[in-house]
């Protein structure tokens, strides 16, 4: 049960950090004017690693990744929110789709054009597209997707949400 | 065992029913706090990660001139050429212009810089992006900042105005930004001499475009521009004082079925490396 929580309490604070990092830290490091979108980036690797049917933590991240947008950025919370829950939905429904019978059920050639896609739907709906963006995200997203695959899902995999039982 | 199997898919619907149904209400209660609440919620966010946000900004400044020393080696040293020309150009046009000022005090229109030695600057510092093309500062309506103020850096190059108050912080629109359209004058540079008023002044507007990004709008496709024109904001700007500088002209995109010609900015202002900036406080039109 501590776990659960601490899990929790873990990933509010990465996305706090992440947010942080993305407005302060990485405005310097701009790609042709471009700044890489880390709430998008964090907010897509956790909904593409949970589990379909773990419904409750999903909602707890996309209702996360539209908290800490808003906060950190000039979007409406009600917008934003909604985007998110978007991407989530598609996300999960392409996922159910193209979901192999492998062993490794997320390899990196599902997530690259499932991230992409959605990053091109959230920009387009936000009205910020930018080919600069999109290779900056990409970019880091595999990086993450790596470093989450490596240290954190290959722990947890068969651990599944208990709290809303 | 119809009617057990039928009992349970009824009861699976009606907790999904439940399920979404909860969900729902759970985010609307959420929507409804941050509707009324939110200038609250992002002021303490911002009071609370203001101090880390800067440790983070500064870092990224020494990391990023750091590195670009060792890839933009080439390019800096070929900027730094460039720029101790165009310092002796200015230096000789100076002494130029001091003559002409000492001759002839009141035809003295020499500067590019600001002319309104009245006006009142509230320095603030930067706390980190907000969003597409918009900065935090740490000075909000506590500290006297209204929208619409206009921001600009130590040098007097136009940044932006602010969109936004907070009770301790603000977010200043950056010129570059979509929504960011701002009156300017084309003051002509003809072999590194900035040529002063004329009769035939050009007006233009320039347009943010996103990711830092400003382009010049609206010269008469008649009217003559050239690459390395600078652009200062103008007599007709409601929200910035006139002369403040803006940036030069790099790509200038004429057709002549249009009536008018575009061109590509770049603007003097940088962020990487701008830890203040100065917001006009007593400036009205």
Known sequence: ?165 | MNTLSENFSINKKNNNILKYFGVIITLIFFIIIFNFFGSQIKNSFYVVSSPVEKVFWSAGESSSGFLSSFFWAGAIAKENDNLKGENEKLIAQVVLLQAVNNANQAQSDISLGIQNADLKLLMAGIIGLAGQDVVSVNKGSDDGIEEGMPVISQQNVVLGKINKVYKNFSSVMLISNKNSVVNVKVRQNKGGEIMPDTETEIDGVIRGSGNSGVSLDLIPVDKNINEGDILITSSLEEVFPKNLLIGKITKIQKNDQKPFQQAEIQPFFDLKGLDNLFVITNYKR
């Open chain 1, 1 to 165: 049960m501590i776990l659960v929580w601490l899990k929790y309490i873990t990933t509010i604070i990465s996305f706090y950090f992440f947010a942080i990092l993305q407005n302060s830290f990485f405005t310097q490091f701009s790609f042709f004017g471009a700044i890489p979108d880390l709430i998008f980036v964090l907010f897509f690797t956790f909904i593409f690693f949970t589990e379909n049917k773990n419904f409750y933590e999903i909602v707890f991240y996309y209702l996360l990744a539209g908290i800490f947008a808003y906060i950190f950025s000039d979007v409406n919370f009600t917008i934003s929110l909604i985007l998110f829950l978007i991407i989530a939905s598609l996300t999960k429904k392409a996922q159910e789709i193209l979901k192999s019978r492998q062993d490794d059920n997320y390899p990196l050639i599902y997530f690259l054009p499932l991230f992409f896609v959605a990053l091109i739907v959230y920009d387009f709906l936000l009205g910020a597209v930018s080919l600069a963006g999109m290779i900056y995200n990409l970019t880091i997203a595999v990086i993450i997707f790596f470093i989450y695959k490596k240290f954190i899902f290959s722990g947890v995999n068969t651990r599944q949400l208990k709290l809303f039982r």
